[in-house]
T-cell receptor, first 112, second 118 residues
Framework: AQSVAQPEDQVNVAEGNPLTVKCTYSVSGNPYLFWYVQYPNRGLQFLLKYITGDNLVKGSYGFEAEFNKSQTSFHLKKPSALVSDSALYFCAVSSGNTPLVFGKGTRLSVIA | GAVVSQHPSWVICKSGTSVKIECRSLDFQATTMFWYRQFPKQSLMLMATSNEGSKATYEQGVEKDKFLINHASLTLSTLTVTSAHPEDSSFYIC??????????????FGNGTRLTVT
């Protein structure tokens, strides 16, 4: 069975500083990895995905994530955080024809 | 592109009544849509996979007679919460994939429906 772990419930970072939101996964076969962001009382917005190719993928709003196969990780990063980045972030994984499985989410708080 | 519209955005109903939530893909066709439930400060739980023209596939532990899903067209799926009770209060979110619907393509989500059962 596939699973996703987001070890941090909350990440706090000062505006302008780099941010990292961690994600590790477990899956049989090749993983399809995704990051989504959720603002209050809204659905999820797609940020980026890794399917194959370069381990570093770039996505929306300046976010990027690095796929690390040996560590089974897919951490989300941004060089310089904005207050408007404050939201709930979900990592998700699927493989082959399996439905997407989400992590429990990490709340990012960027402080001015 | 790839917009999913969900309606209503919030609903309050009395215990024992039924509530229907609509999920529409506005600019693409979706043979498959997914219904999720999200509890406060928790992740999304997949409830069921809605298949156009056939029966939905429910996840283990989800009562199919309680949560009726209909996917009558390539752009519309509905979730009906029947005989709702306060424990059904939650945030329900639908999603769909554009294109061929391959599992390596991203899901597009509706804005969710906040259901409160009194």
């Amino acid at each position: 069975a596939q699973s996703v772990a987001q070890p941090e419930d909350q990440v706090n970072v000062a505006e302008g500083n780099p941010l990292t939101v961690k994600c590790t996964y477990s899956v049989s076969g090749n993983p399809y990895l995704f990051w989504y962001v959720q603002y209050p009382n809204r659905g999820l917005q797609f940020l980026l995905k890794y399917i194959t190719g370069d381990n570093l993928v770039k996505g929306s709003y300046g976010f990027e994530a690095e796929f690390n196969k040996s560590q089974t990780s897919f951490h989300l990063k941004k060089p310089s955080a904005l207050v408007s980045d404050s939201a709930l972030y979900f990592c998700a994984v699927s493989s082959g024809n399996t439905p997407l499985v989400f992590g429990k989410g990490t709340r990012l708080s960027v402080i001015a | 592109g790839a917009v999913v519209s969900q309606h209503p955005s919030w609903v309050i109903c009395k215990s024992g009544t039924s509530v229907k939530i609509e999920c529409r893909s506005l600019d693409f066709q979706a043979t498959t849509m997914f219904w999720y439930r999200q509890f406060p400060k928790q992740s999304l739980m997949l409830m069921a996979t809605s298949n156009e023209g056939s029966k939905a596939t429910y996840e283990q532990g989800v009562e199919k007679d309680k949560f009726l899903i209909n996917h009558a067209s390539l752009t519309l799926s509905t979730l009906t919460v029947t005989s709702a009770h306060p424990e059904d209060s939650s945030f329900y979110i639908c999603s769909a994939r554009a294109g061929q619907g391959a599992y390596n393509s991203p899901l597009h989500f509706g804005n969710g429906t906040r259901l409160t059962v009194t």
